[in-house]
């Protein structure tokens, strides 16, 4: 499918730029990719293209060199007074190529989580294509001066590195649940990223974000490209295009979860002696089913984007991908039976995506309205404060 990306905020942008960073090769799935924000100093270190990149803001008595000092409801009306030029600027691009839009943002500051129910209103009201949103949760460190064990929290004046950005979101938990509030009904789907749950121990979101926007653009890569727009001669016996993943992702602000599993397949270079790579390399049925079960498995009850109990989504999909040869059928239909026992049986798709270059194996998973204890946890502490 083709899904145009459009990053907002610090972390937005961040991330936009590192899913562009990580369009497989001869598997593009990205029709453009845009960066907005407030922040003009931020945005200048985006490596979206120029055109493609937009500061908005101006006007609203935002000036040059200030920010929104976590002012969620400032960032809210700057948004919807900016929402219909943003539209504007994504004419650059060729949105009406794009199969879905993809708007992500990092929750818990101003500018992300503020101009996104707007922003993503106005795209329904524009185009007829779904409006995914993809959001991070803050780390509990960035809000409570007590919450990293290490003690390398923002309140502990020890940040690593001592970056600027490192500063405490006391708003953080508050500004989350109120944008995911706002977004409710208005986001055909919301895919969670959870800080929290990415970070080590006495790591800052600083330290860690560029390891966490690398490891949730492979996710959201290996789900997007699916099995289609593939090159050379390999297609996917089983492609999953864009009405599969919408009708995964549904059309009632669900929150998403995203499983990911890979485990590096021998594509026969040394294998054959001579270092010639052979087209089809002779992969044993037993080595390739059991990499297919690993890498299901580790999709499934491995490391989600948002910690869940994949028993609790409503609906399921499973990608398997690689090298042709390790595409065991056989074995890619028992991982989606193994997804479907998690899920149940009727909301689960499933398809291959064939990777002549690819050098591993991988599942992607994608759980969909999942019931979260982190989301619950984070609104129990926005109501506190409140
Ligand atoms: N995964 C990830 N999370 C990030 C990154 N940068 C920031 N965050 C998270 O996103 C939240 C919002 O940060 P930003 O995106 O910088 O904030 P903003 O939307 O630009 O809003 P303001 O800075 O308040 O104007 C933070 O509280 C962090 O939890 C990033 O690069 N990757």
């Known amino acids: 499918m083709q899904l145009e990306v459009i990053g907002v905020g610090g972390a937005g942008c961040r991330i936009a730029d590192a899913i562009r960073a990580a369009e497989p090769a001869g598997h593009s799935f990205l029709t453009d990719v845009f960066a907005f924000d407030t922040d003009e100093s931020d945005l200048q270190r985006v490596v979206v293209p120029e ?7 101006r006007g609203t008595g935002l000036e040059d060199g200030d920010g929104l000092e976590g002012d969620f409801e400032r960032g809210f009306e700057i948004g919807q007074v900016a929402a219909d030029g943003l539209l504007e600027v994504l004419d650059r691009g060729t949105p009406s190529a794009a ?39 803050p780390a509990d460190r960035e809000f409570d001066p ?12 020890t940040t690593a590195r001592g970056d600027a950005d490192a500063v405490p979101r006391p708003n953080a938990a508050t500004n989350a649940i109120t944008a995911l509030d706002r977004l409710d009904g208005l ?111 580790k999709g499934i009850r491995g490391k989600l984007t948002l910690e869940c109990d994949p028993e609790t989504a409503e609906r399921g999909l499973l990608i398997v991908g690689g090298p042709p040869a390790w595409l065991n059928r056989r074995a890619i239909a028992e991982g989606r039976g193994t ?31 999942v019931e979260s204890d982190r989301v619950a946890k984070l609104r129990a502490v926005a109501e506190t404060a409140r």
């Open 51 to 57: 055109s493609h990149r937009h500061r908005y803001g």
């Open 99 to 137: 199969d879905a839009f993809l708007v992500a943002v990092g929750l818990g500051g101003a500018t992300g989580g503020g101009t996104a129910p707007a922003l993503v209103a106005a795209l329904q009201r524009q185009y007829d294509v779904p409006v995914y949103v993809l959001a991070t949760l």
């Open 146 to 157: 007590d919450a990293d064990a290490a003690g390398t929290g923002p309140h502990a004046g």
């Open 187 to 297: 986001a055909n789907a919301i895919v969670v990223f959870d800080n929290e749950a990415w970070l080590q121990p006495g790591e800052t979101v600083v330290d860690a974000r560029d390891r966490c926007n690398r490891e949730l653009a492979t996710r959201v890569g290996a789900v997007f490209a699916g099995g289609g727009a593939g090159s050379g001669d390999v297609t996917a016996q089983n492609v999953v295009d864009a009405a599969d993943i919408n009708r995964i992702l549904g059309n009632e602000s669900a929150i998403v979860a995203l499983g990911y599993g890979d485990q590096d397949a021998d594509t026969g270079g040394s294998r054959f002696g001579l270092g010639l790579v052979s087209a089809e390399p002779d992969v044993d049925t037993g080595e390739a089913v059991s990499a297919i079960e690993t890498v299901v498995r």
């Open 339 to 369: 997804l479907e026992a998690t899920v149940g049986e009727n909301g689960v798709l499933g398809g291959d995506a064939p990777r002549p270059d690819g050098e591993a194996v991988f599942a992607a998973v994608v759980l969909a309205d």
